[in-house]
């Protein structure tokens, strides 16, 4: 069985991985700002905490928490932050928090975990098509669509960065799923794809995935959006 850690896990994608890993008997670190959710499932291999990837203070409990673990295989970095403005009415600082979560937050967790990943591990980071060169693009998600276009570089970089040591890094682009983050992008839009569906894909990838694939975008996708 395998260590997990999630992000995001309070709702969505992120709280289905969570109920399916752990019904496969993984062990599994649940972080989210609001942990509520997860507590309330009371899994005999789930461990959570509240956890805001902007705050210094939350790395160090994660350190403490895996020194009990030692080691860890997989990470998921599901968590993200959107923003539906205009851009011409969008704040420096507005702009700021979006990246805050969705790429500075990716690195730090990433940093933060890989002492402990040995080269069997995989590192799957959750991105959208708005952040594919080339895919369609909306209004209004400017700060969101971008970060999610950086996760995917910063994804091949780290994949060539420790190609000879592991883990291995790979990135889904994901299309419309029927979530709570979708419905405050498109609201009244119906995905074709449920949040089950989807993080029953992403559980088997992050499983075996790294076998055939590092450094790779997986355009995970039927739909526009």
């Known amino acids: 069985m395998a260590n997990i850690i ?3 896990t309070s709702r969505g994608i992120g709280f289905e991985l969570v109920k399916l890993f752990a019904r496969e008997g993984h062990q ?14 009371n899994l005999p291999n789930v461990d959570s905490f509240p956890f805001d990837l902007g705050n210094p203070k ?23 932050s959107l923003l539906n ?14 990246y805050k979560v969705n790429v500075f937050g990716v690195a730090e967790m990433t940093r933060a975990v890989l002492p402990i990943m040995g080269q069997e591990g995989h590192v799957v980071t959750v991105s959208s098509m708005g952040g594919v060169q080339g895919s369609m693009k909306f209004p209004g998600l400017s700060a969101y669509s971008s970060s999610k276009g950086a996760v995917i570089t910063l994804t091949e970089l780290l994949a060539e960065e420790y190609k000879e040591t592991g883990p291995s890094f790979n990135v889904l682009a994901l299309g419309a799923v029927q979530t709570e983050m979708l419905e405050e992008a498109f609201p009244g839009y119906k995905a074709p794809v449920t949040a089950l569906e989807m993080a029953t894909y992403i559980k088997d990838f992050a499983l075996t995935g790294q076998k055939l694939y590092n450094g790779k975008l997986l355009q995970v996708s039927n739909s526009t959006p």
């Open 28 to 41: 599994v670190l649940a972080l989210s700002r609001n942990d509520a959710p997860i507590k309330k499932l």
């Open 58 to 80: 939350d790395y160090q409990k994660l350190l403490d928490f895996l020194e009990d673990w030692h080691v860890v295989d997989v990470l998921i970095n599901n968590a993200g």
């Open 6 to 8: 999630i992000t995001g």
């Open 85 to 98: 403005k205009p851009f011409s009415e969008t704040t420096a600082e507005e702009f700021e928090r979006v």
